[in-house]
C-alpha cells in the first residue's frame, strides 16, 4: 500500500510571493518525510492566475526537494510529455533521478488547458478533432524511453529524426571514438545520453488520465496509471478494463486495482464538522469550476444522468462526499472511506490532496500530521489482494 501526498503551489488570494510560496512547499516537503508519506507528486502548470497551481517546472522543483528531504519519493505528476522537446526532457528527468539517488518517479500526461498547450506546442491540440495530441505523446514516450536505455541511439519518426542527417560528430582527438555512432564520413549515424537515469533500466512510470482510451492505452505501454474523477462503478470499469489490456498484453492478469493510483480531495481534522467547515467552500469553488469546464458528469457514477436537475438542487459537499471523491473528515471518518474503497476496489496506491486553494499553509501541517497519525495505519494494515474482484 502506497500513501502519497499530491501537492499543488497554492496561493488563492494572490497576497503571497512566489517565493513564499515555495517556502512553504519546501516546508511540507520535509514534513511529509518525515511522516512517512511515499510519495509527494509535483504537478505542471503554466501561466497560472488564479492561485491553483503555481508549478511551471516540476522538475526543477523536484531537484530543490530532493536536496531537502531523505526518503520521501519524488514524483511527476504529471510533465505535459506534448509540451517538451523529447531529448530534453529525457536528460533533465535522467538529472534528478542522480540528483535524487533513484527516488524519482515519472507520470506523463498531454497537457490539459489550452491557455498552456495553445501557447507551448499548439500542435498538441486536443480539441481540434484530430489524433496529433496523442501521436505527439506517444512519439515523444518512446524517444524517452529509448534514449534512456539505448546507447547508441537513434531514432526516425514522423516528427523527429536523430540524429539530424549530414551533422558531423567533432570530439576531442584524445578521446576514444564511441561505437556506432559515425560512419565512414565522420557524420552521425547515432548518439548517446550522458547520464543515464540512475534507475535501471528506467524510473517507474505512470499516466495521469480518466478516460477509457487513457487507461487502454497505459496499460499497452506499460505505463501505471494515476486517476481522479473516477468514482464508483466509473472506477471499477475502468479498473477492470486496464486488467483485460494488461493480460492481452502481457499473458498475466493483475490483481484488482494493481497498479492503478487514485487521487482524492483529503483533510483531516479533529472532528467531521471541523474538517467540512475548514473546507467547504474551497470544494464548492472547485465543484463549479469543473462543472463549468467539463459539466457535473464528470462527478457523478455511471447509472446517473446528468441532466437529470436533482443532481445541480444537491448541495455539492454532499454529493462529492456521498461519491467518495472526498476523503474529508475525522481520522476515523476518512480512515473508514479509504479502507472501503480499498476493499471495493483493490486500491493500492492512493495520492492524497490536502494542500488546495482556500485551506491555509497551518490546516495542511494539522491534516498532514493527523493523516499520519490517524488514518495511514489503518489503510496500511489492509490487503489490497483480499478486494472483491
Known sequence: ??????????????????HEVLQQTRRHAVLADKLGFDRIWLGEHHFDTDGTDASPNPIMLATDLAARTERIRLGMAAVSLTLWHP???????ALLDHFSGGRLDVAFGRGILPIEVMNLNPAANRWNGSDNSRAIFDENLAIVRKIWTEDPFSWKGPRHTFPEPGTKFIHSPGAPMPKGWVDENGE????GMTPQPFQKPTPPQFAVTES???FRGAARTDLKPITWYPT?????????????EREAVTGQTPALGEDVGVLRLTYVADTDEEARRITEASVVE????????????????ADEDPADPRYRKMDPFDLLLERD???IGSPQSVAERMCRLTRTHGIQNWLVQMG????????????LELFASGVMPEVRKLDPALAVS
Not at 188 to 191: Q, T, V
Open 87 to 93: 531529448l530534453r526532457v529525457a536528460e533533465d528527468l
Open 286 to 301: 472547485f465543484f463549479e469550476f469543473v462543472c463549468r469546464v467539463r459539466g457535473i458528469g464528470v462527478w457523478l457514477d
Open 212 to 214: 477509457v482510451e487513457g
Open 325 to 327: 471523491h472526498l476523503m
Open 188 to 191: 552521425l549515424i547515432a548518439f
Open 232 to 244: 464508483g462503478q466509473v472506477l471499477r470499469n475502468l479498473l477492470d478494463i486496464y486488467r483485460a
Open 356 to 367: 488546495f486553494p482556500g485551506v491555509s499553509y497551518e490546516d495542511v501541517d494539522r491534516s
Open 1 to 18: 500500500m502506497k500513501l502519497d501526498l499530491l501537492y499543488a503551489l497554492t496561493n488563492r488570494s494572490g497576497e503571497l510571493p512566489w
